[in-house]
């Protein structure tokens, strides 16, 4: 079984994906859902009782209500929800610890499978009839803004959160919270989740660089030439010439982004320049990447079949050992390394970006704001969501933080008890703070008390993985997981690394899909998609750039950057 630290990571990290991805999938048609929802009544009153006057909030970021309050929500259940023998959404530990020790009773009006949520979403929101407390994503953030149905929230989260979650909802840089705020007024809270996971690095066979020879890489062209000695030298020594230097490239062409990124270009992203923003798709250092990965197709050095496949299918040459170099996350050590390694005891080692010249190469990713919580205007008792979220803080960084009661369930903890919480939040920097914990203690030589439970979980696999000593191959495999994962040379230290030196830019927007993305953003995603896998195959010249550039200039693009701008500008 997995270690349960690392379950608990991987369980938000895989939380905080689906979120993401359910959000980037609703920005186009308009709607979206959230695993962590929450809902309620409407524009009328409390009902039965719920907050009224003589209900008068505690000071205290975690005081309790006396009386209880009723508060209002909906949710959404995901299909791999599971409960304990008498638990339901309706009634779990989370729901009674929110009564109990809040004074909280939190109550879904309603609550469908994920499938019906946005169509149900949809209809809530143009009733104007919202909960009393909601999670919406960007593009229905901004409806219940522009319809003024959302209570201002500046002062109550001044006045109610504890100093925790002041400091894990802005671990992030403050993005979320800019983000939330709408012409100074505060009103949403981001459900700000992990910084750095897929930030990109260089994934790289030790075993086959020692067997060949080959020097680690310091450049672009030390990049290119282990390319060619993994293609061509033989390195699995099976005396046939059948492995390739650059794997996993799939066709959406996403796995490529961290050899984009080698040349300061960074499609998908919005980039800050002295001009405002502009979009990574047209950036110039595009053109001399995409000139380079055709010399590498034709050269033989990279998946002749790669347009055709999906990221699973472009990890079956890792697998099949045909490949030994791969871009990808820090999370590439789970997926696909953890299973190679313990079939074929491979060595893999991350490296941070190379630069293609003399300035150096920086990641990038999203705003790690996964959803927003907004509250219904005229709710009598606001404060109760900055409640709600301190709890959460509470149970996740306090003094008695992560006890599994709150986050597994089940014989053999199978079940994801998180799930039930109505608000919750991650502190973007955990999973950084993770690798320097474990870098203190192996720098102390005995572990160092850590705030962060997991922090031990991983040193104790990091010792683990030194002594050698394994009761079996999964046993094994998890330590060396850990290690490449938290370890000194892991790719968590190569995120950190990122982050200290300032090689990690954040996604310059967040806000909703403009009205010109909505109607012309996929045509163009297509377009490009085409274009540069065209050029990458050699059935296109190189200055099919430079045409791709003008159409997506004319047909949409400049509409999108100036929407994007206008956004930008106004939140400065």
Not at 111 to 138: C, E, H, Y
Not at 224 to 248: S, W
């Given at each position: 079984?997995?270690?349960?630290?690392?379950?608990?990571?991987?369980?938000?990290?895989?939380?905080?994906?689906?979120?993401?991805?359910?959000?980037?999938?609703?920005?186009?048609?308009?709607?979206?859902?959230?695993?962590?929802?929450?809902?309620?009544?409407?524009?009328?009153?409390?009902?039965?009782?719920?907050?009224?006057?003589?209900?008068?909030?505690?000071a205290?970021?975690?005081?309790?209500?006396?009386?209880?309050v009723?508060?209002?929500?909906?949710?959404?259940?995901?299909?791999?929800?599971?409960?304990?023998?008498?638990?339901?959404?309706?009634?779990?530990?989370?729901?009674?610890?929110?009564?109990?020790?809040l004074?909280?009773?939190?109550?879904?009006?309603?609550?469908?499978?994920?499938?019906?949520?946005?169509?149900?979403?949809?209809?809530?929101?143009?009733?104007?009839?919202?909960?009393?407390?909601?999670?919406?994503?960007?593009?229905?953030?901004?409806?219940?803004?522009?319809?003024?149905?959302?209570?201002?929230l500046?002062?109550?989260?001044?006045?109610?959160?504890?100093?925790?979650?002041?400091?894990?909802?802005?671990?992030?840089?403050g993005?979320?919270?800019?983000?939330?705020?709408?012409?100074n007024?505060?009103?949403?809270?981001?459900?700000?989740?992990?910084?750095?996971?897929?930030?990109?690095?260089?994934?790289?066979?030790?075993?086959?660089?020692?067997?060949?020879?080959?020097?680690?890489?310091?450049?672009?062209?030390?990049?290119?030439r282990?390319a060619?000695?993994?293609?061509?030298?033989?390195?699995?020594?099976?005396?046939q010439?059948?492995?390739?230097?650059?794997?996993?490239?799939?066709?959406?062409?996403?796995?490529?982004?961290?050899?984009?990124?080698?040349?300061?270009?960074?499609p998908?992203?919005?980039?800050?320049?002295?001009?405002?923003?502009?979009?990574?798709?047209?950036?110039?250092?595009?053109?001399?990447?995409?000139?380079?990965?055709?010399?590498?197709?034709?050269?033989?050095?990279?998946?002749?079949?790669?347009?055709?496949?999906?990221?699973a299918k472009a990890y079956?040459?890792i697998?099949?050992?045909?490949?030994?170099m791969?871009?990808?996350?820090?999370?590439?050590?789970?997926?696909?390394?953890?299973?190679?390694?313990?079939?074929?005891?491979?060595?893999?080692?991350?490296?941070?970006?190379?630069?293609?010249?003399?300035?150096p190469?920086?990641?990038?990713?999203?705003?790690?704001?996964?959803?927003?919580?907004?509250?219904?205007?005229g709710?009598?008792?606001?404060?109760?969501?900055?409640?709600?979220?301190?709890?959460?803080?509470?149970?996740?960084?306090?003094?008695?933080?992560?006890?599994?009661?709150?986050?597994?369930?089940?014989?053999?903890?199978?079940?994801?008890?998180?799930a039930?919480?109505?608000?919750?939040?991650?502190?973007?920097?955990?999973?950084?703070?993770?690798?320097?914990?474990?870098?203190?203690?192996?720098?102390?030589?005995?572990?160092?008390?850590?705030?962060?439970?997991?922090?031990?979980?991983?040193?104790?696999?990091?010792?683990?993985?030194?002594?050698?000593?394994?009761?079996?191959?999964?046993?094994?495999?998890?330590?060396?997981?850990?290690?490449?994962?938290?370890?000194?040379?892991?790719?968590?230290?190569?995120?950190?690394?990122?982050?200290?030196?300032?090689?990690?830019?954040?996604?310059?927007?967040?806000?909703?899909?403009?009205?010109?993305?909505?109607?012309?953003?996929?045509?163009?995603?297509?377009?490009?998609?085409e274009?540069?896998?065209?050029?990458?195959?050699g059935?296109?010249?190189?200055g099919?750039?430079?045409?791709?550039?003008a159409?997506w200039?004319?047909?949409?693009?400049?509409?999108?950057?100036?929407?994007?701008?206008?956004?930008?500008?106004?939140?400065?």
């Amino acid at each position: 079984m997995q270690h349960a630290g690392m379950k608990r990571c991987l369980m938000f990290a895989a939380a905080a994906m689906l979120l993401f991805m359910t959000a980037c999938s609703s920005a186009n048609d308009g709607a979206n859902g959230n695993k962590n929802s929450l809902a309620n009544t409407t524009g009328k009153g409390n009902s039965d009782g719920a907050g009224n006057a003589v209900n008068t909030p505690a000071a205290d970021p975690l005081g309790k209500y006396d009386p209880p309050v009723e508060v209002k929500t909906v949710r959404w259940l995901p299909p791999s929800l599971k409960f304990e023998k008498g638990d339901s959404m309706d009634n779990n530990i989370w729901y009674r610890s929110y009564e109990e020790e809040l004074g909280i009773k939190l109550v879904n009006e309603w609550s469908v499978p994920q499938t019906q949520w946005q169509q149900k979403m949809n209809v809530t929101i143009a009733s104007g009839d919202i909960p009393d407390i909601l999670t919406v994503n960007a593009n229905e953030l901004k409806r219940l803004v522009d319809a003024d149905m959302v209570e201002d929230l500046t002062d109550v989260f001044e006045q109610y959160a504890s100093d925790k979650t002041k400091k894990v909802i802005t671990n992030d840089g403050g993005n979320g919270m800019k983000a939330s705020t709408f012409e100074n007024k505060l009103l949403a809270l981001p459900g700000v989740s992990f910084t750095g996971t897929g930030a990109q690095m260089l994934w790289i066979r030790q075993d086959w660089l020692k067997k060949l020879n080959l020097a680690e890489p310091k450049t672009m062209d030390d990049v290119y030439r282990i390319a060619e000695a993994f293609a061509n030298q033989d390195p699995d020594g099976n005396g046939q010439k059948d492995t390739i230097g650059l794997g996993g490239i799939n066709k959406d062409l996403n796995s490529l982004m961290g050899f984009f990124e080698s040349f300061h270009a960074y499609p998908g992203r919005w980039v800050k320049e002295d001009s405002g923003l502009v979009y990574g798709d047209v950036q110039p250092g595009l053109k001399p990447a995409l000139q380079k990965l055709q010399e590498m197709f034709k050269a033989g050095l990279i998946d002749p079949e790669f347009a055709v496949k999906d990221q699973a299918k472009a990890y079956e040459l890792i697998a099949s050992n045909k490949t030994g170099m791969f871009y990808s996350g820090e999370g590439a050590v789970w997926w696909p390394l953890t299973d190679h390694y313990k079939k074929e005891k491979s060595d893999w080692k991350p490296y941070p970006l190379i630069s293609f010249d003399d300035q150096p190469a920086s990641t990038s990713g999203s705003v790690p704001v996964s959803n927003y919580y907004v509250v219904r205007k005229g709710f009598e008792h606001p404060e109760a969501l900055v409640k709600l979220l301190n709890f959460a803080v509470e149970k996740q960084y306090g003094p008695e933080g992560r006890l599994d009661a709150y986050w597994y369930g089940g014989a053999n903890k199978e079940i994801n008890v998180s799930a039930y919480a109505a608000v919750i939040i991650s502190d973007p920097l955990e999973l950084i703070n993770i690798h320097r914990g474990v870098q203190e203690s192996v720098d102390a030589g005995k572990y160092m008390d850590n705030p962060i439970a997991d922090v031990k979980h991983h040193y104790d696999l990091y010792q683990l993985w030194l002594s050698g000593k394994f009761a079996d191959s999964n046993e094994e495999g998890q330590a060396w997981s850990s290690y490449k994962w938290a370890g000194p040379e892991g790719g968590m230290n190569v995120v950190s690394d990122y982050v200290k030196d300032n090689r990690y830019l954040v996604d310059e927007y967040s806000g909703p899909s403009t009205p010109t993305m909505t109607a012309k953003k996929s045509t163009l995603d297509k377009m490009k998609q085409e274009v540069f896998t065209k050029i990458i195959m050699g059935q296109s010249d190189i200055g099919e750039f430079d045409k791709f550039f003008a159409d997506w200039k004319k047909f949409g693009g400049d509409d999108i950057t100036t929407e994007v701008n206008e956004w930008y500008k106004a939140k400065q």
